[in-house]
C-alpha cells in the first residue's frame, strides 16, 4: 500500500510542471453578458480555471457574431451555442461538443393574452417573429410537426425580428427565451401567453459547451481540464444565484437589473434541473433524437452520423507519457502489491457504483414526488394499452386508495363504457399522428361530469422506437363554469344598460311634459304681465325650469359617453374662430358682471388643425361659463399654445388650451372631486352658483375621448386654471378656407298671421290643451280639441276634416303612433299634415316611425317654435305653405341659379362626404352631432355661394341653438329630399 502511495506522488510531481504555468485560451458566448452564462463567471471568479492551470478570457457575443463560426475558425478555444451545434457539426463544422447545460431549451413562442393564439395552428396568417434559420430550429420543428408551414405565417412589421416586437404590436406572436422576455412583459403588466415547443413533441438541449475538433486533438488534458472547473463553475453558481448576480452587475455591466437576474436563475434552474440530473450530462439517445427531427425538417442529410461529434475523456492520451514509467513499475512490483491493487480498485469501483445508485434513486425519489404534487393528470402506457405510471392527481379523481389499483391495468378503466369510443379514437389519432390535444368529458368519484382539457403524445426510444403514449390532463370545469357566469354577467349588464336607457327616455318623457305647461303659461304670463315683482317672480320660475332641462340634457349626454355611443369626428377647425364664437356666446353675461375677457392665440399656431370641433366647443363653453359663474370681479383669460411635451411625431403636435380666472378658486382636496359626476366643491353656495356638477365631468371624459388630459391648478380665494392638453393632433392642408367665416345668428322675424285654417289638437293634458290655445289666440286659426287616438278619429269619420293635426305621442286608450298609422291608411284624411308632439330626447326607429309624421315638436313647446313649424304647412299672409309651393319648403327658398357650372361637383362633394354622415346621425338626436352636420354643410355652402343650401343649413342650425329636437328631425329626414330635386335640375 505504500509503495502504491509513492508512485502516485511521483506520477503527480511529473505532472505538475505541466499545469502550473497559467495557459490562455478564449471563451465566445453566444449572447451579452447576462445569468445565461452564470457558471463561467463562477469559474473565473472562484479560481476555479486558474487551479486548473487556465487563465480565460470571457467574450460576449451578439447577432453579429456567430461562437460556432468564431471555435472553428480559431479565434476562440470554447463556445457555448444551442442544440445548433449538432446541425452545424454534421453541414461540416468541425466542432466537438463538451457538456449541456440546459437539459431543456428555454425557446418558445410568447404571444399577447389578447392576441388569440393559444396553439400553434392560431399562428396561421398572422404575423411570427421567428428565424428560418438554424438558431430557432426547435420553433421550427414544432410549427412543422403541428402542419404549420413557414410560408403560411407572416413576417412582423418591419420583415425582422426586433427585441421589442413582444409589447411593441409588430408582431402576433415572436420567439423569446422562458428565461429573459417574461420579465420585462411582467414588469409592464402586459398580460402574455407561452406556447413551449415541449409541450408539442420537441424536447431540445439548451446551452451547450463546444470546442474545435483541433483543440481536443491536439490539447486533450486542456479541453478536458477546462471542461471540469466550467461543470465546477456551474454548480457553484446554481446554488449561489444572488452572488453571481452582483459579480456580473460590477464586471460586466447593468444592462440588466439585479432583480431580472435573479428572474432568469430561477427560471434556468427549471431548464438545468441540478437537483435531478448532473450538470454536463448528454444522452446520446437523445442527440440522436435531435438529429432525426432536422432530418424531418429537410436540414441534413438522412445518412447522417454522429461519430467524432460527443465529448469522451481521452485516458489513453492522458496516459500516454507515463506508459513505459508504468509498465516497468508494474513488473517490478510484487505480486502481493498487484493484488492489493486490484482489491482497493474494485472496492473502490463497488463504493462509486454504490454511491452513484443511491443518488440515482434519491433523484427519482425526488422526480417521483415533484411528479406527484402536480396537479394535473399524468397517464402513461404501453404499446398493449396497460397503465404503467399515474400520478396521485389520477388516483384521487377516481377515487383509489393507490397507484396499485390502476399499474397495469387497461386503460379502460379510465373511461366510463359508453365514452370508451371516444378513448379509442384519441388513442388512434395519437398514433397516426404522433400527438392529440382537445377536451373530453369524464367522471369522477362524485358521479358528476368534469370537463378535462388534454393532450397526448407518443414516447420514442432511440432504439425501439415508439413504445407508448402519455397524457396530461387539467380539469377546466371551474374555468368553464366561471367563463359562462362571466357570460351571464356580461348579458345581464347588458340588459342593465338597456334598461337604464329606457329608464332615462320615460324621465325625460315625464319631466318635459309637466315642464311644457309650465315654460309655455309662464311665457304667456310673462308677456301679458305688467307688474315688475310678478315678472321677476315669472323669469325666476323660467329660470329655474331651464336649468331643469339642462339637467336633463347633462344626464343624457353623460348616458351616451357610458355607453360608448358618442363618436370622435376630427375636421379642420379654426382655433381662432371657435375662441371668436365663446366670446360672443358669452359677451352679455360678461357685460352683466363687468368683467374683462381676455384670448391670446400665438402666431405661430396653424391656423386649422383636425380635431373633433363639435366636443372641443362644449368643453370650452364648460370652462368658461364655469369660470364667468364663479368670478365676480378680474377676468377671465382663453389661451392656445403648442406644447413640447410629451414629444410627438414629425408634423403633429400637441394643443394647449387653458381657460385661467380670477374668482373664488378651489381647494386642493377638491380638485379632483369637481371632474366626478354629481359632485360638486364643499361648502359651495348652491343656492348662489347653482349647477349639477356634470359639466367637468363630461368635459373630462370627451377630452380623453380626444386622446387628451383635462386638469385644473387652483388657489382657494385666488383663482382657477383649467388646462386641455390634446396630443397628437394634425393641422389641416390648408388653413385658408373658413378664415373670414361669420358665426351663424338667430333669427328673430316675427310669426305671421295665419288665414282661416282649423287645426285638430290631440293630446290628453288639458293643460297642454290650454296652452296652445293661447299660443294661437289672435293667429287666425281655430282650434278642435280631442282627448286621445279614438275621439280624434270619430272627429274625422263624422265629417271634421282640419287643415292639420297637432299629435301628442303618448295618450291613455289610443297612442299618437296607432292614432297617425290609421289615419295615414285612410284615403280620405292620408293627405292632412300630422305634426307629432313629443317629450322624448332618445328617439329609437323601431318606436319612432319618422314616415308617419310631417314634423316633429318637442316639449316643452315654445310658442315661436309652434309658429314656425305651423307656416310650412298653413297658408299665411305674405307666405305660402310648404306643401302647396314645394320650392319655400326648409332648404329649397332658392335654385342653383347662382353656379349652375359648379352644381356636378357640389352634388358630388353631398353625395360622397354628406349622405354617409347623415345615415349615421341615427337614433339620438343631441346637439353635437347635428351641429358638426350643419356646421359642415354651411360652409360648403359658402365655398359654392349657394344660398339654398346655406339656408337649409342655418335653419338646421337654428334648431340645435334652441334644442328643438322634432324640428331637427324634419329638416334631417328632408335632406335627401333637397339632394335628389337638385339633381334633377342637371
Not at 450538470?279 to 445518412?303: C, S
Not at 327658398?893 to 359648379?902: N, Q
Request: contains cysteine; aromatic residues 8%.
Amino acid at each position: 500500500m505504500k509503495q502504491i502511495f509513492s508512485v502516485l506522488f511521483f506520477v503527480i510531481l511529473i505532472s505538475a510542471p505541466a499545469l502550473s504555468a497559467a495557459e490562455t485560451v478564449v471563451l465566445r458566448l453566444k449572447w451579452y453578458h447576462q445569468f445565461q452564462f452564470a457558471g463561467y463567471y463562477a469559474a473565473l471568479s472562484k479560481g476555479f480555471y486558474r487551479q486548473a492551470g487556465l487563465h480565460v478570457d470571457i467574450r460576449e457575443g451578439d447577432s453579429e457574431n456567430d461562437s460556432v463560426e468564431e471555435v472553428a475558425a480559431g479565434r476562440a478555444n470554447y463556445g457555448v451555442s444551442n442544440s445548433e451545434v449538432l446541425l452545424r457539426y454534421l453541414r461540416g463544422k468541425p466542432i466537438v461538443v463538451l457538456a449541456v447545460i440546459f437539459q431543456h431549451s428555454p425557446l418558445v413562442f410568447i404571444t399577447p393574452e389578447n392576441s388569440g393564439i393559444r396553439h400553434p395552428q392560431d399562428m396561421i396568417g398572422r404575423r411570427v417573429g421567428v428565424n428560418q434559420s438554424t438558431r430557432d430550429a426547435e420553433l421550427l420543428a414544432m410549427l412543422q410537426n403541428e402542419g404549420v408551414s413557414f410560408r403560411s405565417i407572416l413576417p412582423p412589421d418591419g420583415g425582422k425580428c426586433t427585441l421589442t416586437m413582444h409589447y411593441d404590436g409588430t408582431a402576433d406572436a415572436a420567439s423569446a427565451y422562458i428565461t429573459n422576455e417574461p420579465f420585462d412583459l411582467e414588469q409592464k403588466h402586459i398580460p402574455y401567453r407561452i406556447i413551449h415547443p415541449l409541450n408539442y413533441g420537441i424536447d431540445f438541449y439548451g446551452d451547450c459547451l463546444f470546442t474545435s475538433k483541433s483543440e481536443w486533438e491536439k490539447r486533450p488534458e486542456r479541453v478536458s481540464a477546462f471542461r471540469e472547473a466550467s461543470l465546477r463553475g456551474w454548480e457553484y453558481a446554481m446554488e449561489h444565484p444572488e452572488e453571481i448576480a452582483d459579480y456580473i452587475i460590477a464586471n460586466y455591466g447593468n444592462r440588466k437589473s439585479r432583480a431580472h437576474l435573479l428572474y432568469e436563475a430561477q427560471k434556468m434552474k427549471e431548464l438545468i434541473l441540478p437537483r435531478l440530473i448532473e450538470i454536463g450530462h448528454m444522452n446520446p439517445g437523445r442527440w440522436r433524437h435531435i438529429a432525426d427531427t432536422f432530418v424531418k425538417l429537410k436540414m441534413i442529410n438522412p445518412e447522417y452520423s454522429l461519430k467524432g461529434f460527443l465529448y469522451e475523456p481521452n485516458f489513453r492520451s492522458d496516459i500516454r507519457p507515463f506508459r513505459r514509467f508504468i509498465h516497468i513499475l508494474l513488473f517490478s512490483l510484487l505480486t502481493a502489491a498487484c493484488g492489493i491493487s486490484v482489491l482497493i480498485y474494485f472496492n473502490r469501483r463497488l463504493r462509486t457504483e454504490v454511491r452513484e445508485r443511491k443518488e440515482a434513486e434519491k433523484k427519482l425519489k425526488f422526480q417521483a414526488e415533484l411528479m406527484d404534487q402536480i396537479q394535473d393528470f399524468i397517464v402513461a402506457t404501453d404499446m398493449k394499452g396497460r397503465i404503467i405510471y399515474c400520478n396521485n392527481a389520477v388516483t384521487r379523481f377516481f377515487g383509489k386508495k393507490s397507484k396499485n389499483e390502476m399499474v397495469g391495468k387497461s386503460v379502460d378503466i379510465l373511461s366510463p363504457p359508453r365514452e370508451l369510443h371516444v378513448q379509442q379514437k384519441i388513442i388512434q389519432e395519437t398514433l397516426s399522428r404522433g400527438s392529440w390535444q382537445g377536451e373530453v368529458v369524464n367522471y369522477a368519484k362524485d358521479g358528476f361530469p368534469h370537463i378535462l382539457e388534454t393532450r397526448t403524445w407518443v414516447i420514442t426510444e432511440p432504439v425501439e422506437g415508439v413504445s407508448g403514449m402519455v397524457g396530461v390532463s387539467s380539469d377546466i370545469t371551474e374555468r368553464k363554469k366561471m367563463a359562462e357566469d362571466l357570460r351571464a354577467a356580461m348579458e345581464a349588464a347588458e340588459a342593465a344598460s338597456r334598461a337604464k336607457s329606457e329608464f332615462l327616455a320615460n324621465m325625460s318623457h315625464e319631466i318635459r311634459t309637466p315642464m311644457n305647461a309650465i315654460l309655455g303659461f309662464t311665457e304667456i304670463l310673462i308677456q301679458r304681465s305688467r307688474d315688475k315683482q310678478e315678472q321677476y317672480y315669472l323669469e325666476a320660475i323660467r329660470s329655474g325650469g331651464r336649468v331643469l332641462l339642462s339637467l336633463i340634457n347633462d344626464i343624457l349626454d353623460l348616458s351616451k359617453i357610458e355607453a360608448g355611443k358618442m363618436e370622435i369626428r376630427r375636421e379642420a377647425t379654426d382655433i381662432r374662430n371657435l375662441f371668436k364664437e365663446i366670446q360672443i356666446f358669452f359677451s352679455e353675461k360678461f357685460r352683466e358682471k363687468q368683467l374683462e375677457f381676455r384670448l391670446h392665440i400665438p402666431e405661430d399656431l396653424p391656423r386649422r388643425i383636425l380635431l373633433d370641433e363639435v366636443r372641443l366647443r362644449q368643453i370650452l363653453i364648460n370652462l368658461v361659463g364655469n369660470a364667468l359663474k364663479f368670478t365676480s370681479r378680474g377676468y377671465v383669460r382663453v389661451s392656445a399654445a403648442q406644447q413640447k411635451n410629451p414629444p410627438c411625431p414629425e408634423n403633429h403636435l400637441n394643443l394647449l388650451l387653458e381657460v385661467e380666472d380670477t374668482g373664488i378658486g378651489i381647494a386642493d382636496d377638491q380638485t379632483e372631486i369637481i371632474f366626478d359626476s354629481f359632485e360638486q366643491q364643499k361648502n359651495q353656495n348652491i343656492r348662489q352658483y347653482g349647477g349639477t356638477g356634470l359639466g367637468l365631468s363630461i368635459s373630462r371624459r370627451l377630452a380623453e375621448m380626444m386622446q387628451g388630459h383635462l386638469t385644473v391648478e387652483s388657489k382657494s380665494g385666488k383663482g382657477s386654471t383649467f388646462r386641455l392638453l390634446l396630443r397628437g393632433l394634425v393641422p389641416a392642408e390648408s388653413d385658408t378656407d373658413g378664415a373670414a367665416e361669420n358665426i351663424p345668428d338667430r333669427r328673430n322675424g316675427n310669426p305671421a298671421v295665419f288665414e282661416n285654417a282649423e287645426i285638430l289638437l290631440v293630446d290628453d293634458l288639458p293643460l297642454n290643451r290650454e296652452l296652445i290655445k293661447n299660443y294661437l289666440k289672435n293667429s287666425g286659426l281655430s282650434v278642435r280639441e280631442a282627448e286621445n287616438g279614438k275621439q280624434a278619429l270619430h272627429l274625422l269619420k263624422s265629417g271634421h276634416i282640419p287643415h292639420l293635426i297637432l299629435m301628442d305621442l303618448r295618450m291613455p286608450e289610443m297612442d299618437g303612433y296607432e292614432t297617425t298609422k290609421i289615419i295615414r291608411d285612410d284615403e280620405k284624411f292620408c293627405n292632412i299634415p300630422v305634426i307629432a308632439c313629443t317629450a322624448a330626447a332618445m328617439k329609437q326607429d323601431e318606436k319612432h316611425p319618422k314616415a308617419l309624421f310631417d314634423a316633429f315638436l318637442t316639449k316643452p313647446l315654445g310658442k315661436k317654435e309652434l309658429l314656425e313649424s305651423l307656416q310650412h304647412f298653413l297658408p299665411c299672409r305674405g307666405k305660402t305653405p310648404a306643401k302647396e309651393k314645394k320650392e319655400l319648403s326648409p332648404g329649397e327658398t332658392g335654385l342653383f341659379s347662382e353656379s349652375p357650372i359648379r352644381l356636378p361637383e357640389l352634388i358630388r362633394i353631398l353625395e360622397k362626404d354628406f349622405m354617409p354622415r347623415w345615415k349615421s346621425l341615427g337614433e339620438y338626436f343631441f346637439l353635437e352631432d347635428i351641429s358638426s352636420f350643419a356646421e359642415k354643410l354651411r360652409k360648403t355652402a359658402q365655398q359654392y355661394q349657394h344660398s339654398v343650401l346655406g339656408n337649409y343649413a342655418q335653419e338646421l342650425y337654428e334648431s340645435v341653438e334652441k334644442i328643438d329636437i322634432d324640428k331637427m328631425d324634419r329638416l334631417i329626414r328632408r335632406f335627401p329630399e333637397l339632394l335628389e330635386k337638385q339633381k334633377a335640375k342637371l
